[in-house]
């Protein structure tokens, strides 16, 4: 944590998180995204997994908001059942407010396949918002993964170059934004 001298500065807080990990547990999270979640912290880098990081008596929605708030850069494995799910759309949502870094890795899915079902039960403005960050998601550069052919550990790789390259160019826009003291 840095801490700078002067009238005017203070000391600054860093994020609880640097990396927020979005993810279907039922599709991907089983094997795959706790790997990813240990690789990133082999890396020392802070990421949020829902499954790590929380603990019974921890409120889901409050916990998740949070950790989307404090983290620096987001990253959403989506597959082809992740708009399924409230809680991905949810927190992808989040994200996409939040204006997070947002590293889409396209898992077995092409961008244009991310879709609400038109039988999706949701009140038309959460609805709304929800078809806005998959639409934003669908044109964010993001890794694409083929399960059946791909390279697990070079998808690790990957991803975790992806959040460093983004974290430290967040660092780097900070740093220039940041009165001198």
């Known amino acids: 944590m840095k801490q700078f001298r002067g009238k005017q500065c203070h000391k600054i807080a860093q994020p609880m998180y640097d990396v927020f990990i979005n993810y279907r ?6 094997a795959f995204v706790p790997l990813l979640y240990d690789h990133l912290m082999n890396k020392g880098i802070r990421p949020f997994l829902d499954t790590k990081s929380m603990k019974p008596g921890n409120k ?3 916990q998740i908001n949070n950790a989307i708030h404090s983290s620096k ?3 959403s494995v989506l ?3 992740f708009c399924d799910s409230h809680f991905c759309l949810h927190e992808l949502r989040l994200l996409n407010e939040s204006n997070k870094r947002l590293i889409p890795i396209f898992y077995d899915i092409k961008p244009s396949q991310l879709q609400l079902k038109a039988n999706a039960r949701y009140p038309p403005q959460l609805l709304q918002k929800f078809v806005a960050a998959l639409e934003e998601t669908k044109y964010t550069v993001g890794i694409a993964f083929d399960s059946l052919n791909g390279d697990w ?8 170059d992806a959040v460093i390259m983004n974290l430290l160019e967040l660092e780097d826009e900070e740093n220039r934004n940041t009165p001198a003291c």
Not at 153 to 160: A, N, P, Y
């Open 25 to 30: 547990k039922a599709d991907s999270g089983r």
């Open 60 to 62: 889901l929605f409050h």
């Open 73 to 75: 850069v987001g990253v």
């Open 79 to 81: 597959t082809r059942r």
């Open 153 to 160: 550990m070079e998808l690790q790789r990957k991803i975790s």
